[in-house]
């Protein structure tokens, strides 16, 4: 059983780029066991309609089970920051998301990212190791996603 940290601060965060090749990735490996997906979104705080935002994601997960929350207040972020203006706080975010995971297993994605096809089956082989991994990024520039494929070039 999985829990899967998403995290943003930003209004378009280009979910779809996450979850489209998750849910194919699930399909293709005939992941069976339950996931659950913790949005942990920066941009509620600041969000004018958070209705319509929640109804995004949720439109997004199909039938795999969503947490969407806010960060926790930090003196950096949120009704009670300190600061004038609120900052993406990438570790409280994360620890927030570790705070909703009902799972024993937890693994991170961050907004604007495509995961390739090999992400989940790695995610699956470091649980059955019960091993931590780590992984790698690619930043990639003027990046071109097709949701027919759930592939990337740029």
């Given at each position: 059983?999985?829990?899967?940290?998403?995290?943003t601060f930003r209004e378009n965060c280009m979910f779809?780029?996450?979850?489209e090749p998750l849910r194919k990735s699930i399909t293709d490996?005939?992941?069976t066991m339950p996931i659950q997906i913790i949005v942990v979104d920066g941009y509620l705080y600041e969000c004018p309609d958070k209705k319509k935002r929640r109804e995004y994601f949720?439109?997004?997960?199909?039938?795999?089970?969503?947490?969407?929350?806010?960060?926790k207040p930090t003196k950096w972020q949120g009704e009670f920051r300190i600061t004038n203006d609120n900052y993406f706080?990438?570790?409280n975010t994360r620890n927030t998301g570790a705070c909703y995971a009902k799972y024993s297993y937890i693994a991170?994605?961050?907004d604007l990212g495509i995961i390739s096809q090999r992400w989940l089956p790695a995610v699956i082989n470091a649980m059955e190791k019960n091993e931590i991994h780590c992984g790698a990024y690619t930043k990639v520039?003027?990046?071109v996603y097709?949701?027919?494929t759930c592939s990337y070039s740029g």
């Open positions: 059983m999985l829990s899967i940290i998403y995290i779809e780029w996450f979850i490996n005939v992941f949720a439109s997004k997960v199909g039938d795999i089970e969503l947490v969407h929350v806010s960060p706080a990438a570790s991170f994605a961050d520039k003027d990046i097709n949701s027919s």
